[in-house]
């Protein structure tokens, strides 16, 4: 490595500065976007607002008024449940369901890793107009069969009490295929020997599961764990097309809290914390599961 | 392993109850998009077809105009993703350079910041230099779905190609921007194509990006579709016909990068 490096010490200038000459277009073009960061952090510190012509300067005054909000508190609150529910079921169901698949390796198999994966490429907003067109009181095929069960008028996304079950659900139909595929790439990537000579002591099904499949599918599912985490808890499309945080601030995770503040408020300075806090919460979580998923990704390749 | 009957009857019911979860609402978005709106109160399964929902969405609304606004803005992201992001991830994964993993987790970082930290500030900016409500200004927003994507992956397929392929074609007397074009891009050109497939599904499944940065003039599909839910008019078969019209080319896509699916979706991470 160290050879390496004073290689291109002693080359000239143009090939040492080719490697960023060759990024830098892509970095210019996404300093344009890096910039926002930068204001919004500036913008957090004063009164912006739409309804002001001018703004000022007012210090921490919105982070600290942000902290004695019970609205604050209840975002974080639903912020955490709503990543909590939807990222447990993800990777307990993706699991679950990849190892079903895998379990035997025959036509429909096959054919079920193919179209499970359908329901992930499809928009999270339109999967939610197709969950509300089947949830639908009056015309929802899922309100028919309940019907034929007894179970009238089941309030869905209209009744602070199921909201949260409702949004939970589409985003688990949207994103469990995500973990299925990563879960299905693992084990397909399992090395035989080890689960023979398991099979030939005589292991059980569950020893074998919890001492060699599991630990061999670590690094595959600390992946699905950090994007589904990250995603979850920054969700927007999904509650906003369900229901727009309601009912009531049922579902105001902190992504909607911040978006009611600077938009249907058009206070921006106010808004600013929020997902400042959010980001700042985000990043510090994804550079741990990120260090974790290397060291286990190094203990399972047996380094 | 053993298998007794009743352990394959428990995981079959299982798959089979999984299965009707995950593809029966796409099944009966296709089969409502054909319900006129008195069917859609009376007849579950049986009843008779009618384009009537296609017509009315597909010629009596702009609907075909926010389908091709879809095409434009996702298409031209993974399009400029490309043009910069190839070369990005190719200098990523063969040279050496001082800063180079920061600088790759900086592109990967767009991928975890809220969507909404970058939109407000970025709402107040268009509007100044008067990109908002316009094709280049989503273009260059969506780069923060389409690059980390492509960079990320297409590193990956660099690093896989040996060093020795590219030492030969120097002896051979190639130059270094030809070894690129006629030896490195033919190589990586399947998980190139499969990753700006997955990067413009990615682009055109955007929601909070159009929503907010985009006003009348151009309306992908997805933030034009909610406007069924918003309005009052109940026309349900008009509801499937936009969502059946928005989600079959993804589907369609979704099959052809069978392959190269798990690399892109856990951007490179996972080599499937």
């Given at each position: 490595?160290?050879?390496?490096?004073?290689?291109?010490?002693?080359?000239?200038?143009?090939?040492?500065?080719?490697?960023?000459?060759?990024?830098?277009?892509?970095?210019?073009?996404?300093?344009?976007?890096?910039?926002?960061?930068?204001?919004?952090?500036?913008?957090?510190?004063?009164?912006?607002?739409?309804?002001?012509?001018?703004?000022?300067?007012?210090?921490?005054?919105?982070?600290?008024?942000?902290?004695?909000?019970?609205?604050?508190?209840?975002?974080?609150?639903?912020?955490?449940?709503?990543?909590?529910?939807?990222?447990?079921?993800?990777?307990?169901?993706?699991?679950?369901?990849?190892?079903?698949?895998?379990?035997?390796?025959?036509?429909?198999?096959?054919?079920?890793?193919?179209?499970?994966?359908?329901?992930?490429?499809v928009a999270?907003v339109i999967?939610?107009i197709i969950?509300?067109l089947?949830?639908?009181?009056?015309?929802?095929?899922?309100?028919?069969?309940?019907?034929?069960?007894?179970?009238?008028?089941?309030?869905?996304?209209?009744?602070?009490?199921?909201?949260?079950?409702?949004?939970?659900?589409?985003?688990?139909?949207?994103?469990?295929?995500?973990?299925?595929?990563?879960?299905?790439?693992?084990?397909?990537?399992?090395?035989?020997?080890?689960?023979?000579?398991?099979?030939?002591?005589?292991?059980?099904?569950?020893?074998?599961?919890?001492?060699?499949?599991?630990?061999?599918?670590?690094?595959?599912?600390?992946?699905?764990?950090?994007?589904?985490?990250?995603?979850?808890?920054?969700?927007?499309?999904?509650?906003?097309?369900?229901?727009?945080?309601?009912?009531?601030?049922?579902?105001?995770?902190?992504?909607?809290?911040?978006?009611?503040?600077?938009?249907?408020?058009?206070?921006?300075?106010?808004?600013?914390?929020?997902?400042?806090?959010?980001?700042?919460?985000?990043?510090?979580?994804?550079?741990?599961?990120?260090?974790?998923?290397?060291?286990?990704?190094?203990?399972?390749?047996?380094? | 392993?053993?298998?007794?009957?009743?352990?394959?009857?428990?995981?079959?019911?299982?798959?089979?109850?999984?299965?009707?979860?995950?593809?029966?609402?796409?099944?009966?978005m296709l089969v409502i998009s054909f319900k006129s709106d008195?069917?859609m109160?009376?007849?579950?399964?049986?009843?008779?077809p009618t384009l009537e929902n296609y017509q009315e969405v597909l010629i009596k609304t702009d609907y075909f105009k926010y389908f091709l606004d879809n095409i434009i803005?996702?298409?031209?992201?993974?399009?400029?993703?490309?043009?910069?992001?190839?070369?990005?991830?190719?200098?990523?994964?063969?040279?050496?350079?001082?800063?180079?993993?920061?600088?790759?987790?900086?592109?990967?970082?767009?991928?975890?910041?809220?969507?909404?930290?970058?939109?407000?500030?970025?709402?107040?900016?268009?509007?100044?230099?008067?990109?908002?409500?316009?094709?280049?200004?989503?273009?260059?927003?969506?780069?923060?779905?389409?690059?980390?994507?492509?960079?990320?992956?297409?590193?990956?397929?660099?690093?896989?190609?040996?060093?020795?392929?590219?030492?030969?074609?120097?002896?051979?007397?190639?130059?270094?921007?030809?070894?690129?074009?006629?030896?490195?891009?033919?190589?990586?050109?399947?998980?190139?194509?499969?990753?700006?497939?997955?990067?413009?599904?990615?682009?055109w499944?955007?929601?909070?990006?159009?929503?907010?940065?985009?006003?009348?003039?151009i309306m992908p599909v997805t933030v034009a579709s909610l406007r069924y839910i918003?309005s009052?008019t109940?026309h349900y078969g008009q509801m499937a016909v936009a969502a059946v019209v928005t989600a079959t080319p993804e589907v369609i896509?979704?099959?052809?990068?069978?392959?190269?699916?798990?690399?892109?979706?856990?951007?490179?991470?996972?080599?499937?």
């Amino acid at each position: 490595m160290a050879e390496k490096a004073g290689q291109y010490q002693k080359q000239p200038l143009s090939v040492r500065a080719r490697p960023y000459l060759i990024i830098a277009p892509a970095l210019l073009l996404t300093i344009g976007i890096l910039y926002p960061f930068v204001t919004a952090i500036y913008y957090s510190l004063t009164n912006l607002s739409f309804r002001r012509p001018t703004m000022k300067f007012i210090g921490l005054e919105n982070w600290i008024s942000m902290f004695k909000d019970p609205t604050f508190w209840h975002a974080v609150w639903v912020t955490a449940k709503y990543a909590f529910v939807t990222t447990g079921s993800e990777m307990v169901l993706g699991l679950g369901i990849a190892l079903l698949i895998c379990k035997k390796d025959n036509f429909f198999s096959r054919i079920l890793k193919v179209i499970l994966v359908f329901p992930l490429m499809v928009a999270p907003v339109i999967a939610t107009i197709i969950w509300q067109l089947m949830t639908n009181t009056s015309v929802g095929i899922i309100e028919k069969f309940l019907n034929l069960l007894g179970i009238y008028g089941f309030p869905w996304a209209s009744s602070p009490s199921t909201a949260l079950f409702t949004a939970a659900m589409i985003d688990v139909w949207v994103y469990t295929p995500f973990v299925i595929v990563l879960v299905v790439a693992g084990i397909n990537s399992l090395p035989k020997s080890p689960f023979e000579s398991a099979q030939i002591d005589g292991g059980s099904a569950w020893f074998t599961f919890k001492n060699l499949t599991l630990p061999m599918l670590k690094p595959f599912l600390y992946i699905a764990l950090i994007f589904r985490l990250m995603a979850s808890m920054q969700e927007y499309g999904i509650i906003f097309a369900l229901t727009k945080g309601g009912p009531g601030d049922t579902l105001m995770n902190l992504s909607l809290t911040a978006y009611n503040k600077g938009f249907a408020f058009l206070k921006f300075g106010e808004a600013m914390p929020y997902i400042l806090f959010l980001w700042i919460v985000i990043y510090i979580i994804s550079k741990k599961l990120v260090s974790n998923w290397l060291i286990v990704q190094r203990k399972a390749s047996g380094r | 392993m053993k298998n007794s009957p009743m352990e394959a009857l428990a995981r079959n019911s299982m798959l089979i109850l999984w299965t009707i979860f995950a593809l029966f609402p796409l099944f009966w978005m296709l089969v409502i998009s054909f319900k006129s709106d008195a069917q859609m109160f009376n007849t579950t399964f049986v009843f008779d077809p009618t384009l009537e929902n296609y017509q009315e969405v597909l010629i009596k609304t702009d609907y075909f105009k926010y389908f091709l606004d879809n095409i434009i803005v996702s298409g031209g992201a993974v399009i400029v993703s490309i043009l910069v992001g190839v070369p990005a991830a190719y200098s990523l994964a063969r040279f050496n350079f001082r800063g180079k993993e920061d600088l790759a987790f900086t592109i990967l970082s767009f991928k975890f910041a809220p969507e909404i930290l970058v939109v407000l500030p970025l709402f107040l900016i268009y509007q100044k230099i008067g990109l908002y409500d316009t094709y280049i200004g989503l273009i260059w927003v969506y780069q923060l779905i389409t690059l980390p994507l492509l960079v990320w992956v297409l590193r990956g397929y660099f690093e896989d190609i040996s060093v020795e392929v590219e030492q030969a074609a120097q002896l051979d007397g190639y130059k270094w921007y030809q070894i690129f074009f006629r030896i490195l891009l033919p190589l990586v050109k399947p998980g190139l194509v499969a990753s700006a497939l997955l990067a413009f599904i990615f682009a055109w499944n955007s929601f909070t990006f159009p929503l907010l940065l985009s006003g009348f003039k151009i309306m992908p599909v997805t933030v034009a579709s909610l406007r069924y839910i918003a309005s009052d008019t109940v026309h349900y078969g008009q509801m499937a016909v936009a969502a059946v019209v928005t989600a079959t080319p993804e589907v369609i896509l979704a099959i052809l990068i069978q392959k190269h699916l798990v690399r892109g979706l856990s951007f490179g991470a996972v080599k499937g």
